[in-house]
C-alpha cells in the first residue's frame, strides 16, 4: 500500500543552526512533492512544491530535494529562528488529484 | 483577499443529529477538497472535487456527504454524526492540474458527544 513517513518525533534545534526534516515515501510513482507547514490550530500553508525532474529547489531560507531513486525529499530551513516553529507535512499526489499529506514533523527552534 | 472560508469553527454536537459544515473560497478555483486531522493520524482526505458536479471519495468517505452545486462553494455534510467523526476539519482549494499548491481554510473544530 502506499505509505508516506515522516519523522513524527518532534526535531529540537538550536537557533541559528540548520533544520532538515525527512520525507519518505513507499508504492508512489510521484510526479511532484510538496511542503507545507502547519501552525497549531490553523490551516497548512503552502511552502514549496519540487517536481520529479528538479533535484534542489530553493526559496529564500528553504531548501527542497528529491530523489526519486531513494524515493525522499529533504526539507531544509538555513539559519533557523524561533519563528520557524510549527510542524512541517509533505505531500504526494497518489493519482486524479488525490493529495496525500505525511503525518508531519513538529518542529522546535530554541533560542 | 484570496482566501478560503470554513464555518462554523467550533461546533458541538450530539450523535445523530445532521449537520453541515460550509466551504467557500473566492479564486475560482476548479478543485476543492475536504481532510479531517486527528493526533498521530495526520491529515486525511475525505472527499474531492474537481469540478461543479464531480465528486469522488478520498480515504475515509465513510459517514460524510459532499455536493458541489457551484463552483465556489463545496458543504461537508454529516447525516447522522458519531463520535468517532470528532475531528479538527479542513477544506481546501486549488486551481487543479497536477502541481497546484493548495488552499486550506482555517478549520472547524468539531466536537460530537
Known amino acids: 500500500s502506499q505509505k508516506i513517513e515522516q519523522n513524527s518525533e518532534a526535531l529540537n534545534i538550536q537557533e541559528g543552526k540548520t533544520a532538515t526534516l525527512t520525507c519518505n515515501y513507499t508504492?508512489?510513482?510521484?510526479?511532484?512533492l510538496q511542503w507545507y507547514r502547519q501552525d497549531p490550530g490553523r490551516g497548512p500553508v503552502f511552502l514549496l512544491l519540487i517536481r520529479e525532474n528538479e533535484k534542489e529547489k530553493r526559496k529564500e531560507r528553504l531548501k527542497v530535494t528529491f530523489d526519486t531513486t531513494l524515493k525522499q525529499s529533504l526539507f531544509h530551513i538555513t539559519a533557523s529562528q524561533p519563528a520557524d516553529s510549527a510542524t512541517y507535512l509533505c505531500a504526494l499526489e497518489g493519482g486524479y488529484q488525490k493529495v496525500t499529506f505525511g503525518i508531519g514533523t513538529k518542529l522546535q527552534v530554541i533560542p | 483577499e484570496a482566501q478560503v472560508t470554513q464555518n462554523p469553527r467550533y461546533l458541538i454536537t450530539v450523535t445523530g443529529k445532521k449537520l453541515t459544515v460550509t466551504c467557500s473560497q473566492n479564486?475560482?478555483?476548479?478543485?476543492m477538497s475536504w481532510y479531517r486531522q486527528d493526533p498521530g493520524l495526520g491529515l486525511r482526505q475525505i472527499y474531492y472535487s474537481m469540478n461543479v458536479e464531480v465528486t469522488d471519495k478520498g480515504d475515509v468517505p465513510e459517514g460524510y456527504k459532499v455536493s458541489r452545486k457551484e463552483k465556489r462553494n463545496f458543504p461537508l455534510i454529516l447525516e447522522s454524526p458519531s463520535p468517532n467523526q470528532t475531528s479538527l476539519y479542513f477544506c481546501a482549494s486549488s486551481p487543479g492540474g497536477g502541481d497546484s499548491p493548495l488552499h486550506f481554510g482555517n478549520g472547524t473544530r468539531l466536537t460530537v458527544t
Open positions: 508504492n508512489y510513482s510521484p510526479a511532484y
Open positions: 479564486m475560482n478555483h476548479e478543485y
